[in-house]
């Protein structure tokens, strides 16, 4: 198929909603990790993560979801829009923008 040109607008958009998607996804595998490197009584993925449900909730897992999707989801969509346009002008691909 061809190649389509996208704006920066879908690249700010696509960016964003890809990180906040990502930074969801991902906060309770990050929760995990984080209490087995600062609580030395925390051993094993499986045994901190069950101890994390017990303890205090399946909601546990997101909690401060927001604050972290609102601090990386503007960095990647800044990243991918620098990266698409830096990438268009080395490439000399011409400019999507309506004119």
Known sequence: ???C???ASHHICGGFLSAAIAALLTS???LVKTRIQVRP???GIV???LEIVRKEGFAAFFRGSVARILVVAPQC???IA???DCRR???GAPDPSPP
């Open 41 to 43: 009584e925390c051993v």
């Open 82 to 84: 620098i990266f698409e």
């Open 5 to 7: 040109d996208l704006d």
């Open 1 to 3: 198929g061809e190649a």
């Open 28 to 30: 309770p595998l990050d």
């Open 47 to 49: 045994a901190t993560t």
């Open 89 to 91: 002008l080395l490439i």
């Open 77 to 79: 969509a800044l990243t």
